[in-house]
């Protein structure tokens, strides 16, 4: 479209003025939400459509388009709670929504911008690109605490080039924060293959399944993938708000694609004795489960190893303790080693994700069926990580940076794969492991490093004041995390 620039600067700009109001990103982006999915089911309702969108006639786009000041402010309010309550799409979208733009003359703005343009015939890259773009401005909000469900595109990206999905598969991320994952897989499929009507139906519809328990964030992945053209105004929610760990629902997946949430303990809120709310650990008792844990990612692993079918295959982003902890952490290695083929883990430099002192990995493994000997021979490793430094502001991580990790991977065919390290070429990043190595070490401890920190010999290596800034205080919040384990475990907290 030929004003394309000039509707995303319009979005943008609107920003910046709201932000002059007190209102951040994260609550123009929920707003926004709202008014575009509205304005689109009007479009779908109006002619050559004609379709029912399922909205309400005194909710719909129209009924509050015609309304001014505090006429509009409480129209907006009831038809906020009005639509929460409705089924599919429609009620998840709407699901706790509460107006955060308080100055009903800002919120006439938005519906005005809205409502000149026609975002149905509109491409799906240009609106998937303005939302995306706006999800990522709200993750680089620290305070607002939205990155911790923002994965950083290049790395799914990469994630997604190594699995290499196939049409007519299941993908499923059981914790899909903003739906990065799903955006990337559709868009490698249809990249990739030359999709028929039935191919494109099934990957509309029926390809990809989510869990994300956070309202909010569940809403704004429905409705970026609704804009990219996953799923439908009036189809089912493919994304559930149930916490994927309770249970194994018996569904089983060709992919899982997954970065499970931060923090290393699951829990819940109980009431006491006392009528309070305190914080309990929890840890899910399932009979699927290799054992039984408060660790929220070594549970995330056997589920994800659960939903999977015997050919499925996984990506997951997953912090360094689970690559050493002790206790549970050793007997899922050992299951992970023994049940699947873990054949590639990727070292993750810091600096790359929204929350700070983050040190993160990407496991890659296939399913298998059940069998006496284990079934991963060798594990391949990437490390990214040593004497690397990326930054979000100045350097953040790009697609390119990853492009040497693809090519050693080797997508196309695993099977030929060669190490780029050496005795004689001891700086390769590449190198693999014999299963007999790994299980030989203490705890089965898949935490590997073998080249050598420049910083810990060369001082000019580390000479931008912005680097070393950044190593300070990642490794105090990494220090910071390993002590309220601690405190956690003694009652202290």
């Known amino acids: 479209m030929s004003n394309t620039a000039s509707i995303i600067s319009k979005v943008w700009n609107f920003c910046n003025v709201l932000r002059d109001d007190g209102v951040g990103y994260g609550d123009y982006l929920e707003q926004l939400t709202y008014l575009l999915f509205l304005k689109m089911a009007h479009e779908y309702s109006q002619p050559p459509y004609k379709r029912d969108t399922g909205v309400p006639a005194d909710c719909n786009w129209e009924s509050l ?8 402010e409480k129209h907006y309010i009831y038809t906020l709670r009005t639509l929460g309550q409705q089924k599919g799409m429609l009620g998840q979208i709407f699901t706790k929504s509460q107006n955060k733009i308080q100055n009903p003359a800002l919120l006439l703005k938005i519906i005005d911008m809205i409502d000149q343009e026609s975002w149905v015939r509109m491409g799906a890259d240009v609106k998937g690109d303005i939302y995306e773009g706006l999800l990522e401005k709200n993750a680089e909000d620290t305070k607002s605490g939205a990155g911790q469900y923002f994965t950083p595109r290049a790395l799914i990206w990469a994630m997604v080039e190594c699995i290499r999905p196939q049409p007519l598969k299941t993908i499923a991320d059981p ?6 994952f799903f955006l990337a897989a559709y868009d490698f499929l249809v990249k990739n293959h030359q999709l028929d009507r039935d191919d494109k139906e099934y990957l509309k519809f029926f390809t990809f399944r989510g869990n994300e328990i956070v309202a909010n964030t569940r809403r704004l992945a429905l409705m970026n993938m609704f804009l990219h053209n996953i799923g439908d105004i009036t189809s089912e929610s493919m994304i559930s708000a149930q916490d994927a760990l309770l249970a194994d629902t018996g569904e089983r997946f060709d992919y899982v694609l997954a970065n499970p949430p931060f923090g290393k303990k699951s829990s819940i809120n109980i009431t006491n004795e006392e009528g309070e709310q305190e914080e309990q650990d929890l840890a899910y008792n399932r009979q699927d489960f290799w054992a039984t844990t408060s660790n929220k990612q070594l549970n995330f692993v056997q589920h994800i190893r659960t939903i999977l079918k015997t050919t499925g295959q996984a990506a997951i982003v997953l912090p360094d303790n689970v690559l050493f902890e002790g206790g549970a952490g050793e007997t899922v290695r050992k299951k ?9 883990i990727l070292r993750l430099p810091t600096g790359v994700f ?12 296939d399913n298998q069926p059940a069998a006496k000997d284990p079934w991963t021979k060798e594990v391949w490793y990437y490390d990214f990580r040593t004497n690397i430094h990326f930054t979000l502001k100045k350097n953040p991580l790009k697609k390119a940076d990853l492009q040497d990790f693809i090519d050693c991977y080797n997508p196309q065919n695993r099977r030929d794969r060669q190490e780029t390290w050496s005795e004689a070429n001891p700086e390769g990043r590449w190198r693999k492991f014999s299963y007999e190595e790994l299980a030989a070490r203490d705890k089965t401890s898949l935490d590997i490093f073998w080249l050598r920190d420049k910083s810990l010999t060369d001082l000019d290596s580390l000479s931008d004041p912005d680097i070393l800034a950044q190593e300070i205080v990642e490794n105090l919040e990494a220090g910071l995390e390993s002590f309220r384990a601690i405190a956690g475990a003694l009652n202290i907290l």
């Open 65 to 72: 388009s015609t309304k001014r000041g505090d006429e509009l």
């Open 354 to 365: 929204y929350k700070q002192g983050v040190k993160a990995n990407v496991l890659f493994f």
């Open 336 to 344: 992970l080693l023994q049940n699947t083929d873990l054949h590639t």
């Open 175 to 180: 914790a899909c924060g903003t739906g990065g």
